[in-house]
């Protein structure tokens, strides 16, 4: 092969390229009685086939090698059902020149959390990892965006990574992993992502500039470290009975349904097998985002091994394990430890929710509040599925119910309060 510089060169696979530079010299050296200009030819010609073997060296490294500060990114997101809630904020100034100082971390968690499984993040959409040169290249040709709009450095991530509390530092945008929108969409994110620990830590890879110290986002810290959860799978067997609280609240588990008793009346919600719903389905389902939204703001979280009920009112009760369980709603945890103590809850309460759920309606018995001997006023509601269904709660209506002999008698309501 001629090369640039008009010498002979030997073109070697890069399986040969381990031969010594020794080898190299003795085969280039002078013959006896050759003269010292022709011996110094020689060298030169050694000296640049040397080059030319380094370079051939260079050429035959792969040239898409993910580094380890990615590849451990990469591998925390293809682990199992993993759920991140967000922590912290971070938050930068812009200065006159355009640049970011003054990065402040302060606690948050107003964000929904981010959902992993198998590679992908979820958020009711499907994200798939991308590079960052797809996705600079999308933000770009985005006609919405900013003419101020400026991508952050190597330097600059690594400020705000180390204002989130980060070890790990990057040595290319490369380093981070990125998403766009899975399903034929090609909507990208404006995050860059790395995982230390039990943390993820999202930085937003471009900013507008403009206004003298004007403040802009720089990106969230997400922990996988939640207080409440299940660990293991259980069955319906395993949790049915009464639960108490500490306070004295009660709930009975019978026939795959959780009763309490709140303001007179009881309340019901399904218990779910979100097993039932595994992968996408589950992850795309609306009510199970939400309701995930709603406990990990409490510490707690959804898994694909929970078995979780609801109610109208918002209360959602997750089974931690075959004696635990919590109720979670907007004021906290509260825990409830299985009893042998004897429920609360009348028979015949068990008896008209069955009778009236042979009906088939379209909408579904909330809860019974008692009116005398053997009648109630029923609340409705589209589902009583509350995690993965009904998360909008509430009722959509109301009509009476008397029981007699094993019977049922619907009609108006005109007891209803």
Request: proline letters at 2%; a positive charge; glycine letters at 6%.
């Amino acid at each position: 092969m001629q090369s640039l510089l008009g010498f002979n060169e030997l073109a070697l696979p890069c399986s040969e390229n381990n031969r010594s530079l020794d080898s190299v010299t003795i085969a280039a050296a002078p013959r006896r009685g050759e003269g010292v200009e022709m011996t110094m030819n020689k060298k030169m010609s050694v000296a640049v086939l040397a080059l030319g073997c380094l370079s051939l060296l260079a050429a035959c490294q792969p040239s898409n090698v993910v580094s380890k500060v990615k590849q451990h990114t990469v591998t925390v997101l293809n682990q199992k059902d993993q759920v991140w809630r967000e922590t912290e904020a971070v938050s930068a100034t812009v200065t006159s020149q355009g640049s970011l100082k003054n990065e402040q971390v302060k606690p948050d968690n107003k964000l929904s959390p981010a959902i992993t499984n198998a590679g992908k993040f979820y958020s009711v959409a499907t994200f798939k990892q991308s590079d960052y040169a797809t996705i600079k290249k999308a933000i770009q040709k985005n006609e919405a965006q900013p003419k101020t709009l400026r991508f952050v450095t190597v330097k600059q991530v690594n400020a705000t990574l180390k204002a989130m509390g980060a070890t790990k530092q990057i040595k290319a945008l490369t380093d981070l992993v990125y998403t766009q929108q899975a399903d034929g969409h090609t909507f990208p994110s404006n995050d860059g992502y790395l995982i230390e620990g039990d943390h993820l830590y999202e930085v937003i890879m471009a900013y507008t500039t403009g206004g003298n110290a004007s403040t802009v986002n720089r990106g969230n810290v997400y922990s996988r470290k939640i207080k409440y959860g299940t660990t293991k799978q259980l069955t319906f067997n395993e949790v049915a009975g009464t639960w108490q609280s500490t306070a004295g609240d009660q709930a009975t588990v019978r026939d795959d349904q959780l009763v309490t008793i709140q303001n007179k009346s009881y309340v019901r919600g399904k218990v779910e097998n979100l097993s039932h719903l595994q992968g996408e389905k589950l992850y795309r389902n609306t009510a199970y985002s939400l309701r995930q939204t709603q406990l990990v703001k409490q510490n707690a979280k959804l898994t694909q091994e929970s078995l979780v009920a609801g109610d109208l009112y918002d209360n959602m009760y997750l089974f931690l394990s075959k004696t635990k369980m919590a109720r979670v709603n907007t004021s906290g945890v509260t825990i409830f430890t299985k009893k042998a103590d004897q429920s609360q809850i009348p028979a015949q309460v068990f008896e008209v929710f069955r009778l009236l759920d042979q009906r088939h309606t379209d909408e579904v018995a909330a809860y019974l509040l008692p009116h005398g001997t053997d009648t109630y006023s029923v609340a409705l509601t589209r589902s009583i599925n509350y995690a993965t269904v009904n998360y909008e709660g509430g009722a959509t209506g109301a009509e009476s119910v008397s029981i007699q002999d094993g019977k049922i008698s619907v009609g108006p309501d005109l007891n209803h309060n």
